[in-house]
């Protein structure tokens, strides 16, 4: 039987929408050509986190944050889930004021936050560097296990009737898609989620691949307690151009450290680059010391879809008749996947999604419904 939605891509996206869609009594199809959960999704740090950069990126990461506590209520262990909180680290007290300025924002859409002095920032964090300002701490985020989230929702949607299907897409076609051996699917709709690689079926889209690195160390609980994040990363994180580093250091659940994090641009290659990862090691020692001292067991990279304004592509692609977009989620695609989802249900079968749609609508940047400039 045709399927209603014919998902391409079973990362953290496809998954979250073929779960989303399902739960709404519509038939889907995901095909992946990889692995469930791969891609950018098997790269990320998997910090769930509130980023503030502009209105419409705080209401989808909130909203987002919201769904997340409700899926892994009750089953944190499956998502390998921990409620660290991140703080926003202040080296000074230019950055203490930016930290108060966060707190603003972020109170006024109801995310619960205190600002921190340099005493509760060691007794908290002992492993940071001296003379530190303070910090924004946010008990409310977190993190997860990317890659077992995302086959998590993937299979309460097969648990649903929703079909499986390895294959690679290869070209888009009225009503379905072509795959690599030569076969076709037909599907009502089509949703890419295939990330990074969604250039391959339509060139056209305002996305660009925006390398990571990531390392992880071997297991030293107690080394840190909440993500640890310097102010500065925003401005790095949404940088157009060029290579950027910025201290980033996650506690996962098992007492190991993720290391964090770089992007370049114009680069699709994923071998580790030790000039790079020197940059973050740098960077994350002048921020912890201690870290000199731990032993690292591996590095990864991964590629990040990013969208000229730094917002995703969420809805009907208005220049390909029955394509429909969810992917440009950047460096925050595991954090915004559950609203991403709810987002695209809503639109696609007249529901209420709980925030507005339309910063997100991939109609921004082609409102006449022509190929993407
Ligand atoms: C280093 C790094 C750190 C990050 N850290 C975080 C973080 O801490 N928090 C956060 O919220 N986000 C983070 N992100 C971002 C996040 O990982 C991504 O936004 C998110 O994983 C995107 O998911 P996706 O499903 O759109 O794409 P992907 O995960 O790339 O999945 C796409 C899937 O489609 C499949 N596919 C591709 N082409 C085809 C085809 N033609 N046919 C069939 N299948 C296909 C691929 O195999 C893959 O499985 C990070 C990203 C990176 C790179």
């Not at 740090?45 to 919201?66: I, K, R, T």
């Not at 703080?87 to 930290?99: H, K």
Request: charge should be negative; hydrophobic fraction near 45%.
């Amino acid at each position: 039987m045709t399927p209603d939605v014919l998902i391409v891509g079973a990362g953290i996206i496809g998954a979250a929408c073929a779960d989303a869609l399902s739960a709404r009594g519509l038939r889907v199809t995901v095909v992946e050509r990889d692995a469930v959960g791969s891609g950018a999704t098997a790269a990320g740090m998997g910090h769930l986190v509130a980023m503030d950069d502009n209105a419409a990126e705080l209401a989808l990461s909130a909203h987002s944050l919201e769904l997340w506590k409700e899926l892994v209520e009750g089953q944190p262990q499956r998502h390998e889930y921990s409620r660290c909180g991140t703080i926003w680290v202040a080296a000074d007290d230019e950055e203490l004021d930016a930290a108060r300025a966060k707190a603003v924002t972020m109170r006024a859409h109801g995310l619960e936050c205190d600002v921190i002095g340099a005493q509760d920032l060691y007794r908290i964090e002992p492993n940071l560097r001296p003379h530190l300002a303070g910090g924004l701490l946010v008990p409310g985020d977190g993190l997860v296990y990317p890659p077992k989230s995302a086959r998590i929702l993937l299979a309460r949607a097969v648990a649903r009737g929703a079909s499986l299907l390895m294959g690679e897409a290869v070209a888009l076609e009225d009503d379905g898609v072509l795959l690599a051996d030569g076969s076709r699917l037909s599907a009502g709709r089509v949703v890419l989620a295939a990330g990074t690689r969604c250039l391959a079926l339509a060139p056209d889209l305002p996305l660009r691949p925006k390398k990571g690195h990531v390392m992880i160390t071997d297991r030293y609980p107690g080394f840190l307690r909440h993500q640890l994040v310097e102010l500065g990363y925003i401005k790095s994180a949404h940088a157009s151009e060029g290579e950027s580093v910025a201290f980033n250091l996650q506690p996962r659940p098992t007492g190991q450290v993720l290391i964090g994090s770089s992007r370049q641009f114009d680069t699709t290659d994923l071998a580790a680059e030790p000039a790079m990862m020197a940059r973050m090691l740098a960077r994350a020692v002048e921020y912890t010391p201690a870290l000199a001292g731990l032993n690292i067991l591996r590095c990864w990279t991964g590629l990040r879809a990013a969208t000229p304004d730094g917002l995703p592509l969420i809805g009907p692609d208005l220049s390909r008749r029955n394509v429909w977009l969810a992917t440009g989620h950047e460096g925050l695609g595991i954090t915004t996947s559950l609203a991403t989802a709810e987002l695209l249900v809503a639109q696609m079968t007249g529901g209420q999604a709980g925030i507005d749609a339309r910063p997100y609508m991939p109609s921004r940047f082609n409102p006449q419904g022509r190929a993407y400039g």
